[in-house]
């Protein structure tokens, strides 16, 4: 058996870290540790709850839409606002802006390369002008000796695309993300001031006004961005999933927990109702794919006995605690907290949400992909959700269209008593919550939990595996120089937080060093 | 010259180079001498983009550079060998590229570096990679990886200042490289130039045009007592404010989203848009060009869209401007012109001066203080 230690995984959102353990080419057990520590909830103590909708936003950089939304709930609901619609609905738009932005991003730019051999598009022999023009980039970097950030890279394994049209294609597709993907940022920055990092969602609604010059501003580059969304990424995805990747989905790699979760997403009725959201709430047990349950809050606890903290295990997040020890003994090995949903580990995200939402176009296409969970489906999943969410915009600018001159925030001034809120919805990658308490107009407590720890949270205090180690359990490894399959899995999460991955021998624990040339 | 320059042909090199000197300031009478300091390199200048105690909303920002564009940047200008979101590499091939470029390309390097580092618990607060089974911790990556570089650019204000993880420093040590909040004495202790690149995020131009004012001049571009480059913070927002005649006239919003004080163009009734400082703005005393230069495309921009300035390129960001959402307190004012002497060097400190004469004014007669003054 030997143990693989990936350190740090790249193109993810921040520092995390993972090992496995390999017997006969395929990963037998898996550890998923977050390295880096900065404590949010401990510097937002003392400070005015209003501040957290800023600072809490940059949680993380990729997901800051999210954690703004989360934060504002948390606040609007101790301060006891009524949202406005028009306020709601410019905050839908502001956060579907930055899905229509993220979901393309995590495809080609984070994940494509671990599914084409790049260096294939230098035999591309077709004589398209603009592929032929991509195939020119590419050699005239081979022949300058300087490939770099393409190269090192894995060697590509059996299930690589290699086809140099398909390939070629693919990076042309790439580059048009780079470009399109800012118009999503374009259409954050017109209601929200820039992004990331939007400055105006304020508790009680949002400060700007619509406008029908700004619905049409937004509108000109949101339809640019749809139709190359459907026509480009969506279709990319359904095409590679049911052809050159579809033997990845038929090895079940990255299978996960079968148990999934979600807060829901985009208010359509009362601000923060999770009952009333586009993307419905609600939990699977066991992939039973004909039982839906609600999801109940106060189902919700961390535990820490193996992550970096001293404070009690097991606590709910509106009177949790967080109080780092990165030194902790007793097999501690992540900064990231273990959430469980009703004692169980639970997967969020897309994958999740589409299985909840069992839009029939959507169960088609799991159909043809082969329905259960997988690297591939999680991609399904998430192109899927941009088509649906492509057209719930187009109501909501309707709406807004509709109700020109309607208030856009309920201000209210910050209260003296003693009050609590949670915020939890959706987030591109999974299902994110903050809670907040506050006295004599400051924060008392404020707890995260945020959407990738669903995901990448190490064992629970039963030492049962997170969703993603349980998710790379299984996933064939036939070199161990070339844990290409256990990245593909734990990109498909799409994570947000720094993550490595650990190849080690366990009989000696000595770390079997690799390097590609 | 050749007909094409890394795989771009002439005239598209020239039109980055143009979008450049756009950036920096420049008359585009220097896209020569641009394009002279991009092409003349015998290779791409080697670039190693590392974080500590980050978010990557910085590298984000940066993917939403326009002109150039970030592939342009990736592929035709630098070669970047190491960025953790975009690299191929992963585990110990990534570290290795990162070994091999401080030992082959020693002193020829641009070194980025996003996020604050910390020192509390040896370190172990932020770690990417391993060495003999043992985490490599930030503070020791920071000054390996800064000593051999031609120069650093702390990328964002939690790498220049140590930004919103400095507000919990008490617990994990966290600093910029050079500066531990306005104090020097950050977590960079050697001689290779730092430039500050502040911002949370910074605006891609800030970024891009610094880098490539470095290739073109090999050496830092001109900066304030904070390391910032003049060239991009050399005013307040305020200076430069939308709003500034609705300050000068005394017209504060005091509700969101009230349309008596919104311009009829942005939905409202009011003859214009009134300032935010009473809803906490900082603009009065925040360095950068913000309401010039806008961000994404220049569409839009905070208090564009109808928002507070937070202050992010400031040194004093998060803690030491909280509570964002009250009104900046006179006594900051008061303390902006007693420190005159120690900041009198950043450019454009008369003009704060000034300012917080003209605030201190109508917090006297009411203006900004009392409730509804303004009506």
Request: glycine letters at 10%; charged letters at 20%; proline letters at 6%.
């Amino acid at each position: 058996m030997a143990k693989v230690v990936i350190d740090p995984v790249t193109r993810i959102e921040g520092h995390l870290k993972i090992e496995v353990e390999v017997e006969n080419g395929v990963v037998k057990d898996a550890w998923s540790s977050g390295t880096m520590y900065r404590g949010f909830e401990q510097l937002i103590q003392g400070k005015d709850p209003r501040d957290a909708i800023r600072i809490t936003q940059r949680v993380c950089g990729v997901c800051n839409t999210i954690h703004g939304m989360s934060s504002v709930f948390a606040v609007d609901d101790a301060f006891g606002v009524t949202v406005p619609d028009n306020g709601r609905i410019i905050r839908n738009l502001i956060f579907a802006s930055d899905w229509l932005a993220d979901h393309p991003l995590h495809f080609y730019h984070l994940a494509a390369l671990d599914y084409i051999d790049i260096m294939a598009v230098a035999s591309y022999a077709g004589n398209d002008p603009a592929l032929l023009k991509v195939k020119d980039k590419i050699v005239s970097l081979v022949k300058a000796n300087d490939t770099y950030p393409l190269t090192p890279r894995y060697e590509p394994d059996a299930f690589v695309i290699k086809d140099p049209e398909v390939v070629t294609t693919a990076v042309s597709h790439y580059l048009q993300a780079l470009e399109m993907r800012k118009l999503g940022h374009e259409m954050l920055a017109l209601w929200g001031g820039r992004a990331p990092f939007y400055q105006n969602v304020v508790v009680g609604g949002v400060g700007i006004r619509p406008t029908v010059e700004r619905i049409a501003e937004f509108t000109w580059r949101f339809e640019q961005l749809a139709d190359w969304l459907e026509n480009t990424y969506v279709a990319d995805v359904v095409a590679l999933g049911t052809g050159p990747l579809k033997p990845i989905h038929d090895l079940k790699v990255g299978l996960g927990v079968s148990n999934f979760l979600g807060y829901g997403a985009f208010d359509e009725k009362k601000s923060g109702d999770i009952k009333n959201r586009f993307f419905r709430s609600g939990t699977i047990e066991n992939l039973d794919l004909k039982n839906i349950k609600d999801m109940d809050p106060s189902k919700i606890t961390e535990d820490v006995k193996y992550s970096y903290y001293k404070s009690a295990s097991g606590l709910k997040p509106a009177v949790g605690k967080t109080d780092p020890d990165p030194k902790k003994a007793g097999g501690a090995y992540s900064f990231i907290k273990s959430p469980r949903y009703d004692g169980k580990p639970h997967e969020g995200g897309p994958l999740a949400r589409m299985l909840m939402q069992q839009d029939p176009g959507f169960m088609e296409l799991a159909g043809k992909i082969g329905v259960w969970p997988s690297a591939v489906a999680r991609h399904a999943a998430r192109a899927y959700e941009t088509k649906m969410l492509i057209g719930q915009i187009r109501v909501w600018l309707d709406q807004l269209a509709k109700n020109i001159n309607g208030e856009v925030c309920d201000d209210k001034a910050l209260p003296m008593d003693a009050r609590e809120g949670m915020g939890i919805t959706d987030a591109p990658r999974s299902a994110n919550g903050h809670w907040v308490s506050i006295d004599k107009g400051k924060v008392t407590n404020y707890q995260i939990v945020n959407a990738s720890g669903w995901n990448f949270g190490p064992r629970y205090d039963k030492g049962v595996r997170g969703p993603v180690e349980e998710a790379i359990v299984g996933a064939p490894v036939p070199d161990p120089t070339n844990p290409t399959n256990v990245v593909r899995v734990v990109r498909s999460f799409d994570p947000c937080l720094a993550c490595s991955v650990h190849i080690i021998e366990p009989t000696t624990n000595e770390i079997l060093k690799f390097k590609v040339t | 010259m050749g007909e094409s320059f890394k795989g771009l042909s002439r005239r598209d090199f020239l039109k980055v180079c143009g979008a450049t000197a756009t950036i920096l300031g420049l008359s585009q009478s220097y896209v020569p001498q641009i394009a002279q300091a991009i092409e003349g390199a015998a290779a791409k200048p080697p670039v190693l983009w590392l974080q500590g105690q980050n978010c990557t909303g910085c590298s984000v920002s940066a993917l939403n550079s326009n002109h150039p564009s970030i592939a342009e940047i990736v592929l035709d200008i630098l070669s970047f060998r190491y960025q953790p979101n975009i690299m191929a590499a992963s585990g110990d091939q990534a570290i290795q590229v990162i070994k091999d470029t401080i030992k082959n390309e020693k002193g020829k390097y641009v070194l980025i570096w996003e996020g604050a580092v910390p020192d509390k618990e040896d370190g172990l607060f932020a770690a990417f990679g391993e060495e003999n089974g043992k985490p490599m911790t930030c503070d020791k990556w920071v000054t390996e990886a800064a000593d051999s570089a031609a120069v650093v650019i702390a990328m964002g204000t939690c790498a220049a200042f140590g930004g919103i993880p400095r507000a919990n420093q008490a617990v994990t040590g966290a600093k910029g490289l050079l500066f531990d909040g306005t104090a020097k004495g950050g977590a960079y202790k050697g001689t290779t130039p730092v430039v500050n690149v502040p911002g949370c995020p910074p605006n891609p131009d800030w970024l891009i045009g610094t880098v490539v004012y470095y290739l073109m001049n090999k050496k830092a571009p001109d900066v304030d007592n904070y390391g910032r480059p003049k060239m991009f913070y050399g005013q307040t927002i305020h200076d430069n404010c939308e709003r500034r005649a609705a300050f000068e006239a005394g017209l504060y919003l005091e509700t969101w989203g009230d349309p008596a004080a919104i311009a009829p163009a942005e939905g409202g009734t009011a003859t214009q848009n009134y300032c935010l400082v009473k809803k906490g703005c900082k603009g009065p005393i925040t360095y950068s060009d913000c309401p010039i230069r806008r961000w994404n495309s220049r569409t839009s921009w905070p208090i564009g869209a109808h928002g507070i300035c937070i202050g992010c390129t400031q040194p004093e960001f998060y803690a030491g401007l909280a509570p964002l959402y009250e009104k900046v307190p006179e006594v900051n004012l008061f303390g902006i012109q007693t420190t005159a002497d120690n900041i009198a060097k950043v450019l454009g400190v008369a003009v704060a001066i000034g300012l917080g004469a003209h605030l201190v004014g109508n917090f006297a007669t009411g203006r900004v203080g009392g409730k509804g003054g303004d009506k």
